[in-house]
């Protein structure tokens, strides 16, 4: 079984309505991390989580919003989506204490906005 | 703002050829560089380097760092098709930020 699972995996829907991508995570780590990437821009960064009480924003967070309800589950969403949040979008976990900056990421979602 | 450069965007190559990545960077408080190779979905972890001149190695692929320059290289030898992928260059830095600032990547496409 994967250890960074991410759902759904494919989602298109109209402008304006409100998405929520989530993500859960087995391998026990507390560092959960939100990146969109977009053809010939790389990844970048929405926001991060240390643990359930500490979320942070990331470069690009603006028209987004995150949950982190457990330690295990970090949710993505998109209050009101607009076209140019069409991009495919990867969570990712972290940690740090096993002495490496290694980040393991899931599968992604792939989202179009119409 | 931090900033990773990635050259050549793309290459392509025959194989068996061997092939040299580069990663440069420009951020505040540098703590890790790191290398993903991406197939179809998911970026899979190659290396993480931490101090200049020390090659990390796997296989037919290598990298080193350069803190002084400021960059990486990332070398795979004996191409095979199955090394066909997208692979990002990502820094991490230290204090009390996190997540990684990655580079566009590079497009390798082997040829048979």
């Known amino acids: 079984d994967a250890d960074v699972t991410q759902t759904p995996r494919n989602r298109i829907t109209k402008t304006g309505k409100r998405i929520m991508l989530e993500c859960s995570q087995t391998?026990?780590?507390?560092?959960m991390y939100w990146y969109r990437q977009d053809p010939g821009l790389g990844l970048r960064l929405i926001y991060y989580?240390?643990?359930?009480?500490?979320?942070n924003k990331g470069e690009i967070s603006d028209g987004y919003s995150v949950s982190r309800q457990a330690q295990a589950k970090f949710s993505l969403s998109l209050e009101s989506a607009i076209p140019n949040q069409t991009a495919l979008y990867f969570c990712?976990?972290?940690?740090?204490?096993?002495?490496?900056?290694?980040?393991?990421f899931g599968p992604g979602t792939r989202l179009t906005v119409l | 703002e931090d900033k990773v450069v990635q050259s050549p965007l793309s290459l392509v190559v025959h194989e068996g050829d061997t092939v040299t990545l580069n990663c440069s960077y420009e951020?505040?408080?540098?703590?890790?560089l790191l290398w993903y190779k991406q197939e179809k979905k998911a970026p899979t972890f190659l290396f993480m380097l931490?101090?200049?001149?020390i090659e990390k190695k796997s296989g037919r692929l290598s990298s080193i760092l350069d803190k002084k320059e400021l960059f990486s290289i990332l070398n795979i030898t004996a191409t095979q098709t199955g090394d066909s992928a997208v692979y990002l260059c990502?820094?991490?830095?230290?204090?009390?930020?996190?997540?990684?600032?990655f580079g566009k990547g590079t497009h390798l496409i082997i040829q048979p």
């Open positions: 990502a820094v991490r830095v230290g204090g009390g930020a996190d997540g990684l600032t």
């Open positions: 931490t101090s200049s001149g």
């Open positions: 989580s240390f643990d359930v009480k500490d979320i």
């Open positions: 391998k026990g780590h507390d560092r």
């Open positions: 951020v505040t408080n540098f703590r890790s």
């Open positions: 990712a976990t972290s940690d740090p204490g096993l002495g490496t900056d290694t980040q393991y």
